[in-house]
């Protein structure tokens, strides 16, 4: 079980029938990943496009733009060729099993399958395919975190961080010298369902530099005005 401070990998569950849906969203969040769900593939295609998560589960057969199709269209942007997917169907034929992998599924799994068997699937998938997102300790620079002991050093030296700055850093180390918006910090940081403005997040941005940074020390936070916020990929 992860720390309540960690952050969480993202699933989207893509799948039109309720119950299922609910079904999985309810075992994953017990197993302590965020999941978001969409039953129609244009509101996949949205989510997917506006906050790519960690992984995908996504039903072959959907209203609207199939299953297929999606992954298809994943495979051909660049922000997310390469996220993990994990078919879900009913097709159980060997030449269907192939055409899912073909357009660029990772994984496939017939229904009705064993949802202990999904989950196994899907940490191994996200072990091989984003190591940062389960590893106990990230690094970047002389910047290192502890996810199990809560713990950052810089150089050494211990930095106390609050819970929301000790996220913020998570999440940035996750993914060295990408660029974050606020939007997408606040969905990521601070929850769906947060109520709370995107100049929160410059606030806590400005906490986690004055933490990190002492004296002449360089600030591995870089700021792209209009965009967002990441760590400066010169750090190193």
């Known amino acids: 079980m992860r720390s309540k401070d960690q952050i969480a990998p993202r699933i989207l569950v893509v799948e039109d029938d309720p119950s299922l849906g609910e079904l999985l969203a309810y075992n994953f969040e017990a197993e302590g990943y965020a999941v978001e769900r969409a039953e129609r593939g244009e509101e996949a295609e949205l989510k997917l496009i506006e906050n790519p998560p960690d992984?995908?589960?996504?039903?072959?057969?959907?209203?609207g733009v199939s299953g297929i199709e999606i992954c298809r269209r994943l495979r051909a942007?660049?922000?997310t060729k390469s996220l993990p997917v994990i078919m879900?169907?009913?097709?159980?034929?060997e030449a269907e099993r192939i055409r899912g992998l073909s357009v660029g599924a990772?994984?496939?799994?017939?229904k009705p399958f064993s949802v202990p068997e999904l989950l196994a699937r899907v940490r191994a998938l996200l072990r091989r395919m984003s190591p940062?997102?389960?590893a106990g300790r990230l690094t970047f620079g002389d910047l290192e975190?502890?996810?199990?002991?809560?713990?950052?050093?810089?150089?050494?030296?211990?930095?106390?961080?609050?819970?929301?700055?000790?996220?913020?850093?998570d999440h940035l180390l996750s993914k060295p010298g990408r660029i974050f918006t606020r939007a997408q910090l606040l969905d990521s940081v601070w929850g769906l369902s947060a109520e709370i403005d995107e100049r929160t997040v410059?606030?806590?941005?400005?906490?986690?530099?004055?933490?990190?940074?002492?004296?002449?020390?360089?600030?591995?936070?870089?700021?792209?005005?209009?965009?967002?916020?990441?760590?400066?990929?010169?750090?190193?």
């Open 55 to 63: 992984l995908v589960i996504l039903d072959w057969m959907l209203p």
């Open 77 to 79: 942007r660049d922000e």
């Open 88 to 93: 879900l169907t009913a097709r159980s034929e």
């Open 106 to 110: 990772d994984d496939y799994v017939v």
């Open 132 to 134: 940062e997102k389960i």
């Open 145 to 169: 975190l502890d996810r199990e002991n809560h713990r950052v050093r810089r150089s050494g030296r211990d930095i106390h961080l609050g819970p929301t700055e000790f996220r913020l850093l």
């Open 202 to 236: 410059d606030v806590h941005i400005g906490r986690l530099r004055r933490a990190l940074s002492r004296g002449a020390e360089k600030d591995p936070i870089r700021t792209v005005r209009g965009a967002g916020y990441g760590l400066d990929e010169t750090y190193r």
